[in-house]
């Protein structure tokens, strides 16, 4: 490694070299996840760039793109842009790009944000659950689509249908049945043709987030035979958890859209073995416990959102490795395909001379407790706690530098703020 990027790929040991020796470990390229919400600044008290980009580090993560929601404000202007990198100044213990949003109203921003460095755009097609941050209807979206288009810039889609939303009858708000059904699959397909036909129309790119159910998967494929540039990405909980197994009150598992039946399930990972998906990322989205509503187990008043930013390669390890699939199809999933997503392949994302020198030294044989006091996350609430994880992440670099080792976090946070121009 030199300069933050590695010089060479070899077999041998130099004398003039300094050795790093892990054994038997696996050393792979870090994790991009292109998927975090880190909610500052104004809600720092849900999670933070100190506190996420620690927990990224841990779990193996060398560069992560922050959403723009939850923070205040959100990242929907180039003044608010500034805000948040601000805000993130000398935390950051890995890499950090940012992800522009699209609300009602503000097209005439995207190109100033795009022109300041954002790596893609996010919208949501529902109510986010923030009122900064509003759902786009079909009409904002015939306005940012063909503006997005002459950029060469990616919307990323929280694929919602709000008209398909339901609350059943009589709900019993603490039975998860009741919160699964308030959010049926037609929600989400419904608004995957609606984004691909329009992305279609106007040669727009757009990337599905947290695809969660079965039949959207033929809709990717359809859309992908008419030549429209959709990707896809799934996330740990949804590949992990099915509903069947989420008991009353269990709110640290309410996420929107849902975790599904375990039908689902077995065919998302049809689908990422398949390539119909192409990702996965945490979709990491904290909160302070309290606003899980553990007490009350109330589905349809806890925050919709999942903590696992830590936990994301021995989690999807040890679904892979039930499943008889190889790791280098992990590091497809979870490094190289998220890099290119956001036009960072050719710098992270695979090891290879003059790329960035990210790297996870990953240990397949050991196993990783999921216990609080081990968790970096500002909140320690996860579904994941009391589980044993298979194989653990011994090492992080992050541009040439252990942002994290078995001895404990590196005291000096050195990860770079990018823009899509940074080299």
Request: proline share 6%; with cysteine.
């Given at each position: 490694m030199r300069d933050g990027l590695i010089a060479s790929v070899d077999d041998f040991a130099s004398p003039a070299i300094r050795i790093h020796d892990f054994g038997d470990a696996i050393v792979m390229p870090g994790l991009v996840d292109t998927h975090v919400h880190v909610n500052e600044p104004g809600r720092t008290d849900w999670e933070g760039f100190a506190t996420a980009t620690r927990a990224a580090a841990a779990g193996g993560v060398t560069t992560l793109l922050d959403m723009p929601l939850n923070s205040i404000p959100a990242t929907t202007s180039r003044a608010a842009l500034a805000a948040k990198r601000e805000a993130a100044t000398e935390r950051c213990h890995v890499d950090v790009g940012f992800v522009g949003g699209v609300v009602p109203g503000n097209t005439g921003e995207l190109a100033p944000m795009w022109d300041a460095g954002v790596f893609a755009f996010k919208c949501f097609l529902v109510p986010s659950g923030v009122d900064e941050f509003p759902a786009v209807s079909e009409s904002d979206l015939r306005q940012a689509l063909p503006l997005l288009a002459s950029l060469g810039a990616t919307l990323m889609v929280h694929a919602e249908l709000v008209e398909h939303l339901r609350l059943p009858s009589a709900p019993d708000p603490t039975n998860y049945a009741s919160y699964l059904a308030s959010r049926p699959p037609l929600a989400e397909t419904a608004a995957i043709e609606l984004i691909a036909r329009l992305a279609g129309e106007f040669g727009a790119r757009v990337h599905i987030v947290h695809?969660?159910?079965?039949?959207?998967?033929?809709?990717?494929?359809?859309?992908?035979?008419?030549?429209?540039?959709?990707?896809?990405?799934?996330?740990?909980?949804?590949?992990?958890?099915?509903?069947?197994?989420?008991?009353?009150?269990?709110?640290?598992?309410?996420?929107?859209?849902?975790?599904?039946?375990d039908a689902h399930r077995a065919a998302l990972w049809e689908a990422l073995v398949r390539r119909d998906i192409d990702l996965v990322v945490s979709d990491h989205s904290p909160c302070p416990p309290s606003l899980k509503r553990r007490d009350t187990g109330d589905f349809f008043a806890a925050w919709g959102g999942i903590s696992s930013l830590q936990l994301g390669l021995s989690v999807i390890s040890d679904g892979a490795h039930a499943r008889g699939i190889a790791l280098e199809r992990i590091a497809q999933w979870m490094s190289a395909n998220p890099a290119r997503l956001v036009g960072l392949d050719g710098r992270k994302g695979e090891i290879g001379i003059g790329r960035d020198a990210d790297i996870v030294v990953w240990d397949p044989n050991q196993t990783t407790p999921v216990r609080a006091e081990a968790l970096y996350h500002r909140h320690k609430l996860t579904?994941?706690?009391?589980?044993?994880?298979?194989?653990?992440?011994?090492?992080?670099?992050?541009g040439g530098r252990f942002a994290f080792s078995e001895e404990g976090m590196s005291a000096t946070p050195t990860g770079r703020l990018l823009t899509r121009q940074t080299r």
């Open positions: 695809v969660s159910a079965a039949e959207s998967i033929e809709v990717l494929r359809r859309a992908r035979a008419r030549g429209v540039a959709i990707t896809a990405e799934t996330c740990p909980h949804y590949l992990t958890f099915s509903a069947e197994e989420i008991g009353a009150g269990a709110t640290e598992l309410k996420c929107a859209p849902p975790i599904r039946s579904p994941y706690l009391g589980r044993t994880l298979r194989g653990r992440v011994r090492a992080t670099i992050v």
